[in-house]
């Protein structure tokens, strides 16, 4: 019952943007945390960054001023604005929701390359 659809991936230039969105369903959007992760092949699932249900904000340091989380309560969605994108950001980048319990996407991958 509980969804979460991640969109936006691709395959993108070095300096390039991509925007991601993640659509929620099942779940009270607005009291959930909501946060974006990746995982490269062989490494290890990374926080990127994240949103309160506050509207608090935080983020990874080496994406600091390339990449802006937000969310839209009314359309249950949050985005991640990925700026100024390097190889190093390839990644399948992943959406979460957490409260008590944590709920993840699918996953949508996001190439860099030139």
């Known amino acids: 019952q509980v969804q979460l659809v991640e969109s936006g991936g691709g395959l993108v230039q070095p300096g390039g943007s991509l925007r991601l969105s993640c659509a929620a369903s099942?779940?009270?959007?607005?009291?959930?945390?909501m946060g974006w992760y990746r995982q490269a092949p062989g490494q290890q699932r990374e926080l990127v960054a994240s949103?309160?249900?506050?509207?608090?904000?935080n983020y990874e340091n080496s994406v600091k001023g390339r990449f802006t989380i937000s969310r839209d309560n009314a359309k249950n969605t949050i985005y991640l604005q990925m700026d100024s994108l390097k190889p190093e950001d390839t990644a399948v980048y992943y959406c979460s929701a957490r409260r008590i319990v944590s709920y993840w996407g699918q996953g949508t991958q996001v190439t860099v390359s030139s």
């Open positions: 949103i309160s249900s506050a509207g608090n904000t």
């Open positions: 099942g779940i009270t959007f607005s009291i959930y945390a």
